[in-house]
């Protein structure tokens, strides 16, 4: 027989917990509020005089799993995977870097990957706002965002590049090919004519038609003094190329366009601009393949030199490129995951995109030297001198090895086809980080008008990138590459992996990845997260402090300020981790201990995105490691004065019971247990 306990209940409005009762409306059903909710919930708040919350839109969702999974996908794998995976593998000792590439991602790369991905789907919110876990970390999601729109700026700058020389291949003869135009210089020197050279050394060097051509023809680079003296350099700023200003914003209006109507949107997009590349590649492998030098350009890539794994500038190459290629700490991986449905396997995402990412840039390779092993075949050179990194790969030395093919315009209209859609992909997902920390931050105001919002971000990112299309334009890019997204994302991930694993804590973020897929991470997650991956980045952190060198060109250094200007850049979001977590300790009440320990508590409106309000608020009361006794008499067994306890995650499984009803309790009335009005409401 059951017996009511009333030392359970008091008669001040107090549970048995001590928590101050509150009764607001609780949904029968788990689940997004729906519109009959909230009316209920408004019409309850105005019978006891309180004023109805703002109705906050819903926030929307993927339409399929796939849609998330291209974008992953394509956000991961960028420029970087074509023009530095490469050009690092064969510097860094061939195959034998795949050694250090695989040990970075297996403790470096994934786990934190993972991590980002769990912690973004659990609480369904932007970069910013998904720090109610702990707000003293709040400035993380600052720091990210600034990040994301730095790089926003210079990377659809290279879209525009990309663009413009798709268009300029739409000939019968690419422009780059000859030394006959108008913007080449008495020092351009044609492949055939170094082919045919017979003087040539190991200490040979030329400029090609190609490299004129970017630097001379797109980029307009040298700036006239007078006197038939030219000048180079960040400081000389010269006039503006209105042919790059309207290519930029063509490609502003692409990534807009992409954006307008959210993830909806850009998760159709995806299905072409990631699958894309890959046709590309694939092609460009067959054919290059098959042409002659192709094998000596690939032995090149992959053949291993086992003693360059002994130098530690192998290693830190391996774990920056792990660390960038995947995207971590940007906040865009915090941000579409968000969009997840709760229960998606977000740790099987982790392993397939990490896995797919780093395939991708090996293939890559293979692809890439084939051409490159033929154009050293061309050119009677070796393949040392024709390999080149970065813009210098994609736009100079691949352009001058389609020159050299039949039907060479066609090739070329492939090739910054597929450099066009692998920029797309990473520039929707950085935009997106933007867009979604400020709806999410401010739900209220900007849900609804996200489309506007998007706009407005992607004129001033535009009118910033205007410095770009100057004749100094390029040593701007250069130095936002260098700055903006350097050590300041290894400190970001840092304290990130720090946080999330000691503050917040591992047993707490484990149990919230229980909840979502079933099951815990395994030891080797968390191993990596609280030490392992902490530890390689803070090597990584460290020795990139040793090997500091100020920006440089193509030769030509940057000036003091310009310098300065580029420091300032990359302290400005790492300083908005101590910023925004001394305003969040000012802001709160009590003591300076008291104030502390509230930053480090996860706030009260924290929990996963399918949780009512009443059930985030005992969470973040009473926290699910130390359970609150509520008090079932249905649950009680005879002759025990104790409750059982209740797991806020099992509220889909055992209704909540609240002494609040015992007003109405027939148990309190004389009835029984069994009466069908008490049984309903459990």
């Known amino acids: 027989m059951y017996t009511y306990n009333p030392s359970h209940h008091s008669g001040d409005g107090q549970r048995s917990s001590g928590i101050p009762e509150k009764q607001p409306y609780v949904r029968s059903t788990p689940g997004p509020m729906t519109s009959t909710d909230r009316k209920v919930m408004e019409v309850e708040m105005k019978e006891k005089g309180r004023p109805a919350e703002p109705e906050e839109p819903e926030r929307e969702q993927w339409g399929a799993k796939m849609d998330f999974m291209l974008s992953m996908l394509g956000y991961c794998v960028g420029l970087g995977n074509v023009w530095r995976f490469p050009y690092l593998c064969y510097k860094n000792g061939g195959g034998a870097f795949l050694i250090p590439y695989l040990i970075m991602l297996t403790f470096a790369g994934l786990p934190l990957f993972f991590m980002e991905l769990a912690l973004g789907q659990y609480a369904s919110l932007g970069p910013v706002t998904i720090w109610r876990c702990l707000p003293l970390f709040k400035g993380i999601g600052f720091a990210m965002c600034i990040i994301s729109g730095l790089v926003c700026i210079y990377y659809n700058m290279i879209i525009a590049w990309s663009l413009y020389y798709m268009f300029a291949s739409f000939t019968s003869m690419l422009p780059w090919r000859t030394c006959d135009n108008w913007w080449n210089t008495p020092n351009c020197v044609e492949t055939s004519a170094v082919a045919n050279a017979t003087n040539k050394t190991d200490n040979y060097t030329r400029i090609s038609p190609s490299e004129e051509y970017f630097h001379e023809r797109v980029l307009k680079y040298s700036v006239d003094l007078g006197n038939n003296s030219t000048a180079r350099g960040i400081e000389h700023t010269g006039t503006m190329s209105w042919e790059l200003a309207l290519v930029l914003l063509l490609a502003w209006i692409i990534v807009f366009a992409c954006l307008c109507k959210g993830v909806k949107s850009s ?90 990412n780093c395939g991708t840039s090996v293939f890559a390779g293979f692809a890439i030297f084939s051409y490159i092993g033929y154009m050293a075949h061309e050119l009677k050179m070796p393949v040392g001198k024709v390999v080149a990194s970065g813009s210098g790969l994609a736009f100079i030395a691949y352009p001058e090895a389609l020159t050299l093919m039949p039907i060479s315009p066609l090739w ?33 105001l900007l849900r609804q008008h996200k489309t506007w919002v998007l706009l407005a971000i992607c004129i001033c990112l535009y009118l910033l990138g205007l410095t770009q299309c ?129 930053a480090i508590t996860p706030d009260e409106k924290w929990g996963p995105a399918i949780m009512s309000q009443e059930q985030k ?43 609040r009803s015992l007003q109405q309790d027939p148990i309190r009335n004389g009835g029984s247990i069994n009466d069908t009005s008490y049984s309903s409401r459990l």
């Open 470 to 598: 100057t004749q100094a334009g390029i040593f701007w890019l250069e130095m936002m590459n260098w700055y903006s997204a350097g050590f300041c994302l290894i400190v970001t991930a840092l304290i990130m992996a720090i946080g999330i694993s000691w503050v917040y804590g591992i047993k707490r973020f484990s149990a919230d990845i229980k909840e979502m897929i079933g099951y815990e991470p395994n030891i080797y997650f968390k191993a990596c997260w609280m030490v392992i991956s902490p530890a390689l980045m803070l090597f990584i952190f460290i020795f990139s402090l040793v090997q500091y060198s100020p920006v440089v060109y193509n030769g030509i250094a940057y000036p003091d300020w310009a310098v300065t200007l580029g420091l300032l850049m990359a302290f400005f979001s790492i300083l908005m981790i101590p910023l925004v977590g001394i305003i969040v300790v000012a802001k709160n009440k009590g003591s300076f201990t008291e104030r502390f320990k509230k």
């Open 267 to 356: 998760g159709k997009v995806v299905y072409f601009t990631a699958t894309f590349p890959y046709i590309v590649l694939i092609i460009l492998l067959i054919r290059g393949a098959i042409l002659p030098g192709a094998r000596e350009g690939i032995i090149f890539y992959i053949k291993p030199d086992f003693n360059r794994l002994r130098d530690s500038q192998v290693w830190y190459d391996a774990a920056s490129q792990i660390f960038y290629s995947l995207g971590v700490a940007f906040g865009g991986i915090l941000a579409m995951s968000s969009y997840n449905k709760f229960n998606n396997n977000c740790h099987r995402d982790a392993v397939l995109i990490a896995l797919a």
């Open 412 to 444: 070329s209209i492939l090739f910054f086809f597929m450099l066009l859609t692998l920029g797309l992909d990473s520039q929707f997902v950085m935009l997106e980080t933007i867009v979604t920390a400020l709806s999410d931050e401010f739900p209220t």
């Open 617 to 659: 608020e005992w969470k973040s009361t009473e926290g699910i490691d130390n359970p609150a006794t509520i008090y079932d008499p249905g649950t009680m067994e005879n002759g025990t004065d104790q409750p059982p306890l209740y797991d806020p995650r099992s509220i889909n499984r055992y209704p909540l019971y609240d002494p």
